[in-house]
């Protein structure tokens, strides 16, 4: 009876105390740890009645009212919840390890940080784990993987999502976007992996919040943070094509200041995957990456970060042509840098306000030379360098239990000079974004936004969208989204004058083409017009609408599926084509509008731990992608084709393929599976890729022949890694491990082997 006493005077002076300090809010220092006693980064924090909050950098939990439940999540581990006296009285909070991820924190979707549980929109998350079983160095090795995207050939590693290329998705990078695309692909192997924390990959239209470049979804790469910890690694890997990868990473974190240091290299001999030609399918190369994360408190109410990044690639080859005189060695010589530098400043006035203001500029460039081998002549020369910068200010304003509001303001400015573009060329454009997140119920919560852009070359644009989900029972929710997307041409659409002398074709913008092929005829160079330019007319900027929506379904606690189906429709989708034949067998491209394209489809994930030290999964994706300018011409009986046996013919619906290098079916199977005794994990994975166009070779310009698809495809890759106790981490495995030659797709260079390792020389917690 005296104990029970007791400890209810304890319980009452707890809560006395916890009210006299902390009636209005409370700022609280806990250590979020997994049971092996290491702290977790990203945890969240839910005070029932009031919005999520994420512990920062240095382990402080932002302002917060007094409430009756506390829940903490985070990345890969089970809930807690807390009473109000548990969460007062603990400094250690310990989290158990659990299977899926739908606690796991996204800020991507909605620019505020949310649980995957709680988006109503189709998300994923990779994590550290996930990231390291693949054994990739670059970004590219890492998202070939995933059920919902396909890398391309196309300048370089591209990316496909839910039918739509590289240009419709923005890539950024701890949330600020990523530059320097050619031919709108964005390079993946530009981004090493050593330094990545997770990949949020959000699906579906995301111009809402983001701007023209997410017409198609969104890749957010959040690189590591140090939190109240020091740490020193150094690591090597060493893979198949003499490729060698060495890197250091350093972080310095105490209670208010925290710096992360990431140095990277990456070199390779390249491969060759036709021997009978001169030079390689991929030259040899050099890339170097420099990183540094500052982040800090200026006061209790004020933050900052300081961004910056450094990127330096050098690659040489050579190359044969043909010349008046007999044939010719080329000697090839590349360079590309990628500059990055990002301020951000954040105020916390109160528990209810938050107002961050962001900049970002970036750099990028890029210089070929070609030259004789034989007199060390010039054969070709291209310079190009591009400038983007972007202010914005976002205002975040918790109302009530129920309702966050967000409003953004922005400006952008962008400025490209290169050797194929007449002048200096310069895009302004400002834009405003409004969000709403609501949770009317506890079963119910709705995303709405809208966003304005403002452009100096194509006027004003508005981009809303709507989501929502419905908790139809604790192991069943539903979520549905519709959004619009809008995305102007930029300069390489509409000003390019380029001559790739060495490869063999031109290429103009829309605005340019009727010129450059009059000066071509002039010049006695045009043997055939395929497409009148004097019809290409103005470029319009695209837009499009979608809808996605889908199923989370944990059945047990060791079960988890998601389905989600989609479709796209696009206007005014600019695409390039051949417009002129020239004497010499070379073809001329230019830009043009299709004006009416969808892309469909449904995608699937399911995991299953089936033991405590054995996961499987697996996914699938379908897809159907066409042009329905195409269909109404074929039901109007105005497409031919030729057969082997060169019949003429009419085109059917039946014949139709749909968009060139899309495949309809692609999927994956895992196994992941730690032997208890060695501690070694070892995971499997099988990647397929269905059929798809590679090209058009009866001349009809569509897809409709079966001689024109790449058959399909399995990667089977094999991972083993183990993690000693004193934190050195080692690795083996190999991708691709049947050799598998896909010819047209030429970034897969057939098996690789790898090997690696992570040497921890210092760690320190600062408690």
């Given at each position: 009876?005296i104990?029970?006493n007791?400890?209810?005077?304890?319980?009452?002076?707890?809560l006395?105390?916890?009210?006299?300090?902390?009636?209005?809010?409370?700022?609280?220092?806990?250590?979020?740890?997994?049971?092996?006693?290491?702290?977790?980064?990203?945890?969240?924090?839910?005070?029932?009645?009031q919005?999520?909050?994420?512990?920062?950098?240095l382990?402080?939990i932002?302002?917060g009212?007094?409430?009756?439940?506390?829940?903490?999540?985070?990345?890969?581990?089970e809930s807690?919840?807390l009473?109000?006296?548990?969460?007062?009285?603990?400094?250690?909070?310990?989290l158990k390890?659990?299977?899926?991820n739908?606690?796991?924190?996204?800020?991507?979707?909605t620019?505020t940080?949310?649980?995957?549980?709680?988006?109503?929109?189709?998300?994923?998350?990779?994590?550290?784990?996930?990231i390291?079983?693949?054994?990739?160095?670059?970004?590219?090795?890492i998202?070939?993987?995933?059920?919902?995207?396909?890398?391309?050939?196309?300048?370089?590693?591209?990316?496909?999502m839910?039918?739509?290329?590289?240009?419709?998705?923005?890539?950024?990078?701890?949330?600020?976007?990523?530059?320097?695309?050619?031919?709108?692909?964005?390079?993946?192997?530009?981004?090493?992996?050593?330094?990545?924390?997770?990949?949020?990959?959000?699906?579906g239209p995301?111009s809402?919040?983001?701007?023209?470049?997410?017409?198609?979804?969104?890749?957010?790469?959040?690189?590591?943070?140090?939190?109240?910890?020091?740490?020193?690694?150094?690591?090597l890997?060493?893979?198949s094509?003499n490729s060698?990868?060495p890197?250091?990473?350093?972080?310095?974190g105490?209670?208010?200041?925290?710096?992360?240091?990431?140095?990277?290299?990456?070199?390779?001999?390249?491969f060759?995957?036709?021997s009978e030609?001169?030079?390689q399918?991929?030259?040899?190369?050099?890339?170097?990456?420099?990183?540094?994360?500052?982040?800090?408190?200026?006061?209790?109410?004020?933050?900052?970060?300081?961004?910056?990044r450094?990127?330096q690639?050098?690659?040489?080859?050579i190359l044969?042509t043909?010349?008046?005189i007999?044939?010719?060695?080329?000697?090839?010589?590349?360079?590309?840098?990628?500059?990055?530098?990002?301020?951000?400043?954040?105020?916390?006035?109160?528990?209810?306000?938050?107002?961050?203001l962001?900049?970002?500029?970036?750099?990028f460039?890029?210089?070929?030379?070609?030259?004789?081998?034989?007199?060390?002549?010039?054969?070709d020369?291209?310079?190009?360098?591009?400038?983007?910068?972007?202010?914005?200010?976002q205002?975040?304003?918790?109302?009530?239990?129920?309702?966050?509001?967000?409003?953004?303001?922005?400006?952008?400015?962008?400025?490209?000079?290169?050797?194929?573009?007449?002048?200096?060329?310069?895009?302004?454009?400002?834009y405003?974004?409004?969000?709403?997140?609501?949770?009317?119920?506890?079963k119910?919560?709705?995303v709405?936004?809208l966003?304005?852009?403002?452009?100096?070359?194509?006027?004003n644009?508005?981009?809303?969208?709507?989501?929502?989900?419905?908790q139809?029972?604790?192991k069943?929710s539903?979520?549905?989204?519709?959004?619009?997307?809008?995305k102007?041409?930029?300069?390489?659409?509409?000003?390019?004058?380029?001559?790739n002398?060495?490869?063999g074709?031109?290429?103009?913008?829309?605005?340019?083409?009727?010129?450059?092929?009059?000066?071509l005829?002039?010049?006695g160079?045009?043997?055939?017009?395929?497409?009148?330019p004097?019809?290409?007319?103005?470029?319009?900027?695209?837009?499009?609408?979608?809808?996605?929506?889908g199923?989370?379904?944990k059945?047990?606690?060791?079960?988890q599926?998601?389905?989600?189906?989609?479709?796209?429709?696009?206007?005014?989708l600019?695409?390039?084509?051949?417009?002129?034949?020239l004497?010499?067998?070379?073809?001329?491209?230019?830009?043009f509008?299709i004006?009416s394209?969808?892309?469909?489809?449904?995608?699937?994930d399911?995991?299953?731990?089936?033991?405590?030290?054995?996961t499987?999964?697996g996914?699938?994706a379908?897809?159907d992608?066409?042009?329905l300018?195409?269909?109404?011409?074929?039901?109007?009986?105005?497409?031919?084709?030729?057969?082997?046996?060169?019949?003429?013919?009419?085109?059917?619906?039946?014949?139709?393929?749909?968009?060139?290098?899309?495949?309809r079916?692609?999927g994956?199977f895992?196994?992941?599976?730690?032997?208890?005794?060695?501690?070694?994990?070892?995971?499997?994975?099988?990647?397929?890729?269905?059929r798809f166009?590679?090209?058009?070779?009866n001349?009809?310009?569509i897809?409709?022949?079966?001689?024109?698809?790449?058959?399909?495809?399995?990667?089977?890759?094999l991972?083993?890694s183990?993690?000693?106790e004193?934190?050195?981490?080692?690795e083996?495995?190999?991708?691709?491990?049947?050799n598998?030659?896909t010819p047209?797709?030429?970034n897969?260079?057939?098996?690789?082997?790898?090997?690696?390792?992570?040497i921890?020389i210092?760690?320190?917690?600062?408690?």
């Amino acid at each position: 009876m005296i104990r029970f006493n007791l400890n209810k005077i304890k319980l009452i002076f707890l809560l006395l105390l916890s009210e006299l300090s902390m009636a209005a809010s409370f700022e609280a220092d806990k250590r979020i740890l997994d049971s092996n006693g290491n702290i977790i980064p990203h945890a969240l924090v839910k005070l029932e009645g009031q919005k999520a909050m994420l512990v920062d950098e240095l382990g402080k939990i932002p302002q917060g009212r007094m409430a009756e439940k506390v829940t903490v999540f985070a990345m890969g581990f089970e809930s807690l919840q807390l009473s109000w006296e548990e969460w007062v009285s603990r400094e250690e909070i310990i989290l158990k390890e659990k299977s899926g991820n739908l606690q796991e924190v996204v800020v991507s979707a909605t620019r505020t940080e949310r649980s995957v549980e709680q988006l109503p929109i189709p998300v994923t998350v990779l994590t550290t784990e996930q990231i390291q079983e693949t054994g990739g160095i670059r970004l590219s090795e890492i998202l070939r993987e995933q059920t919902v995207l396909q890398i391309t050939s196309n300048h370089g590693s591209g990316l496909q999502m839910q039918g739509l290329d590289s240009d419709y998705i923005l890539i950024l990078l701890d949330g600020e976007p990523l530059i320097g695309r050619t031919a709108g692909t964005f390079d993946l192997d530009r981004i090493s992996v050593s330094n990545i924390d997770r990949i949020e990959i959000l699906r579906g239209p995301s111009s809402a919040i983001y701007g023209s470049e997410a017409m198609g979804g969104v890749i957010n790469i959040i690189t590591k943070s140090y939190q109240n910890q020091s740490d020193l690694n150094l690591g090597l890997r060493h893979r198949s094509f003499n490729s060698w990868n060495p890197y250091l990473e350093m972080g310095l974190g105490n209670r208010k200041w925290n710096t992360q240091l990431f140095l990277d290299h990456f070199q390779t001999d390249g491969f060759d995957l036709r021997s009978e030609v001169v030079g390689q399918t991929q030259n040899p190369y050099r890339a170097s990456t420099a990183q540094l994360k500052v982040s800090g408190e200026l006061s209790e109410k004020f933050k900052i970060s300081l961004f910056g990044r450094a990127y330096q690639e050098v690659s040489d080859g050579i190359l044969e042509t043909g010349s008046a005189i007999g044939a010719q060695l080329l000697d090839l010589g590349n360079q590309r840098r990628d500059i990055n530098f990002n301020p951000t400043l954040r105020f916390k006035p109160n528990a209810d306000w938050t107002i961050t203001l962001r900049g970002m500029s970036s750099w990028f460039g890029t210089l070929s030379e070609t030259n004789f081998r034989s007199s060390g002549e010039a054969f070709d020369f291209q310079e190009f360098s591009q400038f983007f910068h972007r202010t914005e200010l976002q205002t975040d304003y918790m109302a009530n239990a129920k309702n966050l509001f967000t409003l953004g303001l922005g400006q952008v400015k962008e400025t490209v000079d290169a050797t194929r573009y007449d002048a200096l060329n310069r895009f302004d454009a400002g834009y405003f974004f409004l969000q709403h997140l609501w949770d009317p119920v506890s079963k119910v919560n709705i995303v709405t936004g809208l966003r304005a852009d403002f452009h100096s070359q194509f006027g004003n644009r508005l981009s809303p969208k709507i989501s929502g989900q419905y908790q139809i029972s604790e192991k069943l929710s539903w979520q549905a989204s519709l959004g619009a997307g809008f995305k102007a041409p930029d300069f390489r659409q509409l000003l390019l004058n380029f001559n790739n002398a060495a490869a063999g074709y031109y290429v103009f913008g829309a605005n340019l083409a009727a010129d450059g092929i009059a000066r071509l005829q002039e010049q006695g160079l045009v043997a055939q017009i395929l497409i009148n330019p004097e019809t290409i007319g103005q470029l319009n900027a695209e837009t499009s609408r979608a809808i996605n929506t889908g199923f989370r379904w944990k059945p047990s606690s060791n079960t988890q599926i998601h389905i989600n189906a989609y479709r796209n429709a696009i206007d005014n989708l600019i695409e390039t084509a051949p417009i002129a034949q020239l004497v010499t067998g070379q073809i001329a491209f230019s830009y043009f509008n299709i004006r009416s394209v969808i892309t469909q489809g449904v995608e699937m994930d399911v995991q299953v731990r089936l033991l405590e030290n054995l996961t499987m999964s697996g996914g699938y994706a379908f897809l159907d992608a066409r042009d329905l300018d195409v269909l109404d011409r074929i039901d109007n009986g105005e497409i031919f084709k030729r057969n082997a046996q060169n019949q003429t013919r009419r085109v059917t619906r039946a014949d139709y393929g749909g968009l060139f290098n899309r495949s309809r079916h692609s999927g994956n199977f895992k196994v992941n599976y730690r032997e208890n005794y060695s501690g070694i994990d070892l995971a499997f994975r099988a990647i397929y890729r269905g059929r798809f166009g590679f090209g058009d070779i009866n001349g009809n310009l569509i897809l409709d022949d079966d001689r024109e698809y790449a058959p399909a495809w399995v990667s089977y890759n094999l991972t083993a890694s183990k993690t000693f106790e004193n934190g050195l981490f080692l690795e083996l495995g190999g991708t691709n491990l049947l050799n598998t030659a896909t010819p047209a797709q030429p970034n897969n260079p057939g098996r690789v082997l790898f090997i690696g390792m992570k040497i921890p020389i210092l760690k320190l917690i600062n408690r």
